[in-house]
């Protein structure tokens, strides 16, 4: 009998401290934190959180831009290429805000048609410069005319 009792008990135990963390997680409201919170990490309210992203999404957008400019040799599409790799990370690691998911995927896939074209050109062995980047200005300035906010800086 006490076979069975204590693997129960250890079970119960582990459930018991499980739900208490879960509850230490949350905050005075009963939201869940994230628990990547540490200590020193300051919890955004909503209109903190917006205004960073936009910051730093209105730079995205401008750095984009510039990116679409015509490539001259091998050495500017490998720039460019670290240049767009930079930019993947800084979207990624940026924390989204709700209202802004849909323009969180646009962007991405509009990086995405920025860099394809430039990692074939990288990889032939006879590039062509003459690289179309329209559809990524047009997807950008779409998306300034549907976020003006991307475009006051």
Do not use: C
């Not at 208490?20 to 903190?48: F, H, I, R, W």
């Not at 401008?62 to 400019?69: C, D, K, Q």
């Not at 323009?103 to 990692?119: E, G, R, Y």
Request: glycine share 2%; aromatic share 10%; charged share 20%.
């Amino acid at each position: 009998m006490k076979k069975f009792i204590y693997p129960f008990l250890a079970f119960f135990v582990v459930l018991y401290l499980l739900f208490s963390y879960n509850e230490a997680t949350k905050d005075d409201q009963g939201k869940v934190l994230s628990y990547s919170t540490t200590a020193e990490e300051k919890v955004l309210t909503p209109e903190e959180l917006n205004q960073q992203y936009e910051e730093a999404i209105q730079g995205v957008a401008n750095v984009m831009t510039a990116l679409t400019a015509p490539v001259d040799s091998k050495s500017a599409i490998s720039e460019r290429l670290s240049a767009i790799k930079q930019l993947e990370e800084t979207i990624l690691e940026q924390k989204v805000p709700a209202q802004y998911q849909n323009l969180h995927l646009k962007l991405i896939s509009l990086l995405a048609d920025l860099q394809n074209p430039l990692v074939i050109q990288n990889s032939s062995s006879s590039p062509d410069y003459q690289i179309d980047f329209n559809t990524v200005k047009e997807g950008i300035d779409n998306l300034k005319t549907e976020y003006p906010w991307l475009s006051t800086h």
